[in-house]
Structure formats: structure tokens, C-alpha cells
């Protein structure tokens, strides 16, 4: 194992494919919900804003999430939670039956399995529906939303949940990522190693390498990093 690292989990959206890939193919939706979307995406900065105070929800966290959301629209709360659940979890996911993953993916992923690593996936938004149409469903030890978990990425409280889904200490896993804000910062405060799948407009950009333990832009990469 390298490292210490027993476990290798990743992030889906942006990570396991390029989001430009499910963007473009989103763009009807998009035009067709852009005020259910532009709320919710909202609710979950505001979300996010107080988990940095380490406010979490006390209920239900998809009720929590619906209650912020309705009251940026001003409507009621139940309605709009039923909407929310049909217009964005669950009408997203047939879009992903033909995105393509990045270059490499399953192969590398299918290695360090074969390799002795435990393997985890924790997502922002539901992951096993989404897997089954990438091609990924099988071999996985742990499979995780934030959501569930009660708080979204960065906190710590669904890294956490993660590693004790994989059955390992935080510091046993490196944590696969494409945004520096949520996985490599999440994954660091809780105490895992990160590895940051750099795209191509961070690279194009000039945008500052984020303190990551291990940055790559190929998968075939991160096999070597870890296997060879």
C-alpha cells in the first residue's frame, strides 16, 4: 500500500467524468427550470454557510433543503420538496446514460481494487443511479451521499461517515477529487489524503495548484501514483 493508504474514495460530478460532457446535454433542462435551479443552488451556498458555523439541520436534511429553497421562492414548503425530488434528483439522472467517463477510469479503478485497496465513492447528490448508467455500479465498498449523511461537502461529518462505511481510519484513505473547495478541503479537515483531478480550465486558467497531496490530469496517473 502506498503510504499507509488502505482506501481510495472518490467524488462523482467532475471526477469520474468532465462536467462539460453532462453540461451540454443539460442545457434544455437548464433553460427549462432555471428558477427552481438558480433557488436551489442557493439554498445549498446558504447551506454551506452555516455548516461553516457548524450549523446542521436537526431534521430531515432534504426537508431542510426544501424549507430554504421554498422560502427564496415563497412558496410552500411540501409542494416544492415533491418538485424538487422529481424536477432535479430524479429527471438529472437519465442524462447521464450516455456521458462518457474520463479516459482511463475503470480501468484504474478496476486496478486498484485488484490491487488490495477498499474502494468508496461519497457524492453531493444521490451516486447509485448515476453509477449503474456510467458502468460503474459493482465492486464498490461504500457508496455515500452528503445528503444522507446530513451535511454537505466541505464538512467533515460526511468524510467522516465515509470512512467508517470503508472501515478505515480518515488518514488510511486518499480522497479522489476536481474541486478544491469541497474534496480537497473537505477530505483534508477531516484528516484524509486528497488527490485533485485538474481540469482543463483550471489549466488553461493558470488557476493555483491547490494543496493537494497528489495532482493529476490522467487517470493512467494516479494508477501509477498508487499501484506502481
Avoid at 439522472?93 to 488490495?116: C, H, M, W
Wanted: proline share 5%; charged share 25%.
Amino acid at each position: 500500500m502506498r503510504n499507509g493508504i488502505e482506501g481510495v474514495a472518490f467524488d462523482l460530478d467532475g471526477t469520474l467524468y468532465p462536467n462539460y460532457r453532462l453540461n451540454i446535454r443539460l442545457l434544455p433542462f437548464v433553460f427549462r427550470e432555471w428558477r427552481l435551479l438558480a433557488a436551489f443552488g442557493k439554498a445549498r451556498h446558504i447551506i454551506r454557510k452555516k455548516q461553516a458555523k457548524n450549523i446542521l439541520p436537526k431534521s430531515d436534511f432534504y426537508e431542510y433543503q426544501a424549507e430554504i429553497t421554498a422560502n427564496l421562492l415563497s412558496v410552500e414548503t411540501a409542494p416544492l420538496k415533491q418538485k424538487i425530488d422529481k424536477n432535479i434528483y430524479k429527471e438529472l439522472e437519465p442524462y447521464f446514460k450516455k456521458v462518457k467517463l474520463f479516459k482511463n477510469t475503470q480501468e484504474t479503478i478496476s486496478d486498484l481494487r485488484n490491487a488490495g485497496y477498499k474502494l468508496g465513492l461519497l457524492s453531493d447528490f444521490p451516486p447509485e443511479t448515476k453509477l449503474e448508467y456510467l458502468g460503474l455500479s459493482g465492486g464498490w465498498d461504500a457508496i455515500l451521499c452528503s445528503e444522507r449523511c446530513g451535511a454537505l461537502k466541505p464538512h467533515e461529518q460526511s468524510f467522516n461517515e465515509l470512512a467508517k462505511a470503508m472501515g478505515l481510519p480518515c488518514e488510511k484513505i486518499l480522497y479522489v477529487g476536481n474541486s478544491h473547495s469541497y474534496d480537497v478541503i473537505g477530505a483534508s479537515k477531516a484528516g484524509m489524503k486528497t488527490a485533485w483531478i485538474k481540469s482543463p480550465f483550471a489549466l488553461c486558467s493558470g488557476l493555483k495548484r491547490p494543496k493537494a497531496d497528489f495532482s493529476f490530469n490522467n487517470y493512467r496517473q494516479l494508477r501509477k501514483f498508487m499501484i506502481d
